[in-house]
Every structure is written in C-alpha cells, then in structure tokens.
Nanobody, 123 residues
C-alpha cells in the first residue's frame, strides 16, 4: 500500500517561513518523482516543486526564488522550505508521487497523493 503523509502546515504571518515534509511509504527504490502541489480555495491545483529521478528539482513560477525543496538521503521524504510567505500562499499543500503523465507540472500526471496540509498566511 502506497501512502503519502504531509506534515508541517500551520498558520504564519506574512513574511514568515514554514517547512513542509512529505513522507512516502510503500514504494521501493527512488526512481520516481515526488512533487508538491497546492490548491487555494476556488482555484486549480498548481505545482510548487517537483523532484525528478536524477536529482533535478523544478519549481512553479509563483514560488521560484522563495521556496526550496529537498529530498533526504534515504529518498523517502521531500521537504519544502517556504520563505517570504504572503497571503497568496494560503492553500492546502499536497504531496504527490510517481509521475505517469507527460507534464511535470500538471496534477493529473501523478498517481499517488497525500491528504494535504493546510497553510494559512495572514497579512
């Protein structure tokens, strides 16, 4: 059984920081993509960051330069350090794994999903 579990969400003032973690279980090896997406109320789910096999990290345009993602040595966790948060970053943040589609930045390209963690940024 493949399971993804997010942690680290919460409430923060604008300008603050949070670090999210995604733990993956039930997948062997490390030859699969892990991604962070987010979905604000009334909006489509958008990509935050994606780690691809080989170590390439890609970011969504709205977070580039403020968010930094990293994968730990045992390849079971993907973190995202979120700095300079603003109200537009308020969303549910989801972890996803195993890219089955062509587009790295589309949610429908990922097979497994976590339940999400809420991030609220107050101004």
């Amino acid at each position: 059984l493949v399971q993804l579990q997010e942690s680290g969400g919460g409430s923060v003032q604008a300008g603050g920081s949070l670090r999210l973690a995604c733990e993956v279980s039930g997948l062997s090896g490390s030859a699969y993509s892990i991604a962070w997406f987010r979905q604000a109320s009334g909006k489509e789910r958008e990509v935050v960051a994606v780690w691809a096999p080989g170590g390439r990290m890609s970011y969504g345009t709205s977070v580039k330069g403020r968010f930094t993602a990293s994968r730990d040595n045992d390849m079971k966790r993907l973190y995202v350090q979120m700095n300079s948060l603003n109200a537009e970053d308020t969303a549910i943040y989801y972890c996803a794994a195993v890219k089955i589609g062509d587009n790295w930045d589309r949610p429908e390209s990922y097979q497994y999903w976590g339940p999400g963690t809420q991030v609220t940024v107050s101004s």
